[in-house]
């Protein structure tokens, strides 16, 4: 075991692979060149139509030990995962891999899969039960969590090189052009399905609406696609809206997204071409609100919004307070209706959005974004992945992504949950640096990073509630007093992974 730069403890292996310990979120440079996939040809009168999900699976040339991924454009509607896992059980295919963009709640059905040996290993977000039992150690199987751009990073680099990518297609014709923006399933954006369309080694539309040639507009075009196979559904894309997605109406929650918006209005960032993100919590939406209503009230007409759109980022689109949206993933059906006929709510792969190694991602580009918590601790260290349980719950989805390139990364929680602080001395997971991260708000006080003296100092000036984050921790600790800490193991069950590829922490099993 070697500590990090975060001093926390990390194995110098992982199911066999050799580990790079955290050191800053820009010191890990790239080396070498993009991954490629196998030239194919295909002639003319060639049908890549297959009859079924098992005749797609044995054309794929999937066998045991190999890697698979899917989309989780449609959260937790999807069915395709679950449909594709039984396939290859019944195919008697063991130890695959699985490399989707993410995993929710309704996948809690892969767990007989997974105590049976077909799935061996998850690379990947987790969110709900299969999380919890892995974390309790009732399952056995070694989960690596990504960002949205470490994800595309791992998968343009080839340190996660997918078999074979099965995308879940809205709208599909017969050589294999998709889009995401029609259909019973239409789920909006497939900007996480484009990194593994350019990248697997073999790749399979899945549709339950096969149009005529050609489909338009495109999300993945035909070049990138071996096989097309028609299912009865997709999924429900009513599931991919959840609670998250909605403005809270919690007075506490009220009051920390107008503290939040206060910060943004006195930093002089909200200005013409002002770019802004939020995460989609009832808190961060709220911000958004206040955000919106102070650029109609200053006239202000900013460059972008991006991440995950939803119908709020729309209204504020059509209004006129963006020029473009950057849609990497749809939260919402009015997201999702918006992207098939506003030609400025532009649909973007995750590569583009927010990986690390390229020639320039979106979020280097923000000015501005709004992300949530599970705990903080007093050097602006977050964590998203673990709940104060312990268990692994949470995908990091574009959370530590944005907050390395955005010039004002702001932390919006309430000071407690359950009667749980929620700043700690020692945090559970450290899902982001708190070396990113610049204002943390709460309804007790806004704390602002010491490198940003200039901005603590206009804050004070504007008799905002600025408060030292000890302060504010102190203050909500002698309510709630100092949490016991939780007992773990020394087993590593799960790997977070920094956007870069070094490993930020681990997650280990809870004590019996």
Request: aromatic share 4%.
């Amino acid at each position: 075991m070697v500590r990090n730069s975060l001093g926390r403890w990390i194995p110098e292996t992982f199911n066999g692979k050799a580990l790079i310990p955290y050191r800053d979120p820009f010191a890990l440079q790239p080396q070498g060149m993009r991954a490629s996939r196998p030239l194919t040809r295909v002639n003319p009168g060639a049908s890549k139509v297959l009859g079924s999900l098992r005749e797609a699976i044995e054309a794929s040339g999937l066998r045991d030990g190999m890697c698979i991924s899917t989309h989780h454009s449609l959260r937790n509607g999807d069915v395709l995962l679950g449909q594709l896992v039984r396939e290859i059980d019944a195919l008697g295919i063991r130890g695959i891999t699985i490399a989707s963009s993410s995993i929710h709640p309704v996948h809690a059905e892969l767990i007989p899969y997974i105590e049976k040996g077909v799935i061996a290993g998850l690379e990947c977000g987790v969110n709900g039960l299969i999380g919890e039992q892995i974390s309790r150690g009732l399952l056995k199987c070694p989960v690596v969590v990504r960002t949205h751009g470490g994800r595309a990073r791992a998968l343009v680099s080839g340190q996660v090189p997918v078999d074979v990518a099965f995308i879940a297609a809205p709208a599909c014709d017969e050589y294999g052009n998709l889009s995401g923006s029609s259909g019973p399933a239409a789920c909006g954006s497939l900007g996480y399905a484009q990194v593994d369309a350019e990248h697997a080694r073999v790749v399979v539309a899945v549709t339950d609406n096969l149009r005529p040639y050609p489909v338009a507009p495109l999300s993945v075009p035909q070049t990138l696609v071996d096989y097309v196979v028609c299912v009865p559904t997709l999924g429900d894309p009513k599931k991919i809206v959840s609670t998250t997605t909605r403005i809270t109406t919690d007075p506490v929650g009220l009051q920390i997204a107008q503290y939040a918006a206060r910060v943004i209005e006195v930093s002089g960032l909200l200005r013409a071409g002002f770019s802004f993100q939020t995460g989609s919590g009832g808190i961060s939406l709220a911000v958004a609100n206040h955000v919106r209503t102070l650029m109609r009230a200053n006239r202000i007409q900013g460059s972008f919004g991006c991440g995950g759109i939803t119908g709020y980022f729309v209204d504020m689109l059509e209004e006129g307070l963006f020029q473009t949206l950057f849609d990497v993933q749809c939260f919402d059906l009015k997201a999702v209706e918006s992207i098939g006929r506003n030609l400025n709510h532009v649909e973007i792969s995750a590569d583009m959005y927010a990986n690390p190694f390229n020639a320039g991602a979106v979020v280097n580009r923000l000015d501005a974004v709004i992300l949530g918590a599970t705990e903080i601790d007093t050097r602006f260290n977050v964590n998203v992945n673990t709940e104060s349980n312990g268990y692994l719950l949470h995908n990091t989805g574009g959370h530590s992504d944005t907050a390395a390139g955005a010039k004002l990364a702001i932390i919006v929680a309430p000071s407690m949950r359950g009667r749980l602080p929620i700043i700690r001395d020692e945090l559970t997971t450290i899902t982001t640096p708190g070396d990113t991260v610049d204002v943390v708000v709460t309804e007790r006080g806004i704390a602002v990073n010491e490198r940003h003296a200039d901005l603590k100092r206009e804050l004070l000036r504007c008799n905002l509630p600025v408060k030292d984050i000890g302060q504010i921790q102190a203050e909500i600790t002698r309510i709630t007093g100092r949490p016991r800490p939780l007992e773990f193991s020394d087993d590593v069950v799960g790997l977070i992974e920094y956007r870069d590829g070094s490993i930020i922490d681990v997650v280990r099993r809870i004590a019996d």
